[in-house]
């Protein structure tokens, strides 16, 4: 069976639309072609490199605090093949990019801003901490697992950043020895959004939102996700942008101490635990849960390969996919509950694998993203949805 995706890259244009001290916005647009994918083998190396992540995360927080996180599984830590994933076959991934500049003078990049992990991790060329003036030279090292399997590693310094007309000291920075992202990849830089819990670094090294709120250089300290499939897509920092949403935000409390973004809801009704993620292409859970969800959504048919589970359906309905958190549904419109074709069949945007997902956890990332506005709260320790306009 052949298995064509369409895979997206992302691009950005920063404009500056609130005061200093008050927010930012980002403003996205999505440009670039597609590329089919021909061998299902590949896809997996996409999820795989996810769950990657994942792992580093936990580790991190077992290292800081001497405790397991509430994700770790004997099956997690003894999985081993993740570091040999090879994704240069894979061209266009899905990435939501916005410019960081650091240091002074200032060098600006474009950063990957991933609400799954914690640092802010830069590959060596663009960024030459010697030829800043501001940069601090730690003398620690770090070691980081990142999106395509392999691993950052280098040194630690402490420089000033912006981003916008938002202008902040203190950010910690791992400067990577060896070019961690692939070729294809248009960032330089992986901003990490978490709460800090789950941060490689030390407690004294800030991470961008740590820094943020340490120097109250926003009005509030949250940030917004509006991601849409054409123009209009946007991160915000430091304020609410109500007009990118319709009603209300229903509020729903998550936990800081275990790092990642997970709140409990529901899938066409099924209860989940789920991890709302902006570094993931699709919609990941096992393939149990996977089986059971689509053994009860009507004209979806389950199938399996090479241990992946796959839900295929006629390209002229749309099968009904609905989150809901709060007593709030959203539901997935056409463009966003298909993702790209199995045979002459449409595929479903939500994917099985079991490959050590914790607690039967989903992770909730671009198709999800894009049928809300999603407001991460760290003042009051809680995330926000509504629907977009």
Not at 23 to 32: A, E, F, K, L, P
Not at 199 to 227: C, I, V
Not at 297 to 302: F, I, L
Request: some cysteine; charged content about 25%.
């Amino acid at each position: 069976m052949q298995l064509g995706i369409k895979i997206f890259a992302a691009a950005i244009a920063l404009t500056t639309l609130v005061s200093a001290h008050e927010g930012v916005v980002i403003n996205v647009d999505r440009r670039g072609g597609s590329e089919p994918i021909n061998d299902i083998r590949k896809l997996k190396g996409v999820f795989q490199a996810i769950l990657h992540k994942y792992e580093s995360g936990i580790r991190s927080y077992k290292r800081r605090t001497g405790k397991d996180h509430i994700w770790h599984t004997p099956k997690i830590s003894k999985r081993a093949d993740v570091t040999s994933i090879n994704m240069k076959d894979i061209s266009d991934e899905t990435q939501w990019i916005g410019e960081v500049c650091l240091g002074k003078p200032s060098t600006c990049v474009m950063a990957h801003f991933d609400t799954g992990s914690a640092d802010f991790i830069i590959v060596k060329d663009p960024y030459d901490p010697a030829k800043s003036n501001t940069s601090v030279d730690t003398k620690k090292t770090f070691s980081q697992g990142y999106a395509d399997g392999s691993k950052a590693e280098g040194g630690i310094f402490i420089d000033s950043f912006s981003v916008g007309e938002i202008h902040a000291k203190n950010l910690s920075i791992g400067v990577s020895k060896k070019n961690f992202l692939q070729s294809f990849e248009k960032n330089k830089a992986i901003a990490g959004l978490s709460f800090p819990s789950i941060k490689s670094f030390d407690d004294e090294h800030l991470t961008l939102m740590e820094a943020f709120k340490q120097q109250n250089k926003l009005k509030k300290n949250l940030f917004q996700f509006t991601l849409k499939s054409g123009k209009g897509s946007s991160l915000n920092f430091g304020d609410i942008d109500s007009s990118k949403f319709c009603d209300e935000l229903t509020w729903v409390d998550v936990n800081p101490i275990w790092g990642f973004y997970i709140v409990g809801g529901r899938i066409n009704g099924q209860k989940a635990i789920t991890a709302i993620d902006s570094g993931t292409t699709f919609i990941i859970g096992s393939r149990r849960q996977l089986k059971k969800l689509i053994e009860k959504t009507p004209g979806v048919s389950y199938l399996e390969s090479d241990g992946m589970g796959y839900g295929v359906f006629d390209c002229n309905i749309t099968p009904n996919v609905t989150i809901s958190y709060g007593g709030t549904d959203f539901k997935l419109s056409r463009e966003h509950v298909a993702r790209g074709t199995a045979g002459k069949k449409c595929l479903l945007s939500i994917v099985g694998m079991d490959s050590g997902l914790p607690l039967e956890t989903w992770i909730m990332g671009d198709p999800f993203f894009q049928t809300t506005s999603i407001v991460f709260d760290h003042d009051h320790k809680r995330l926000g949805f509504a629907p977009q306009k």
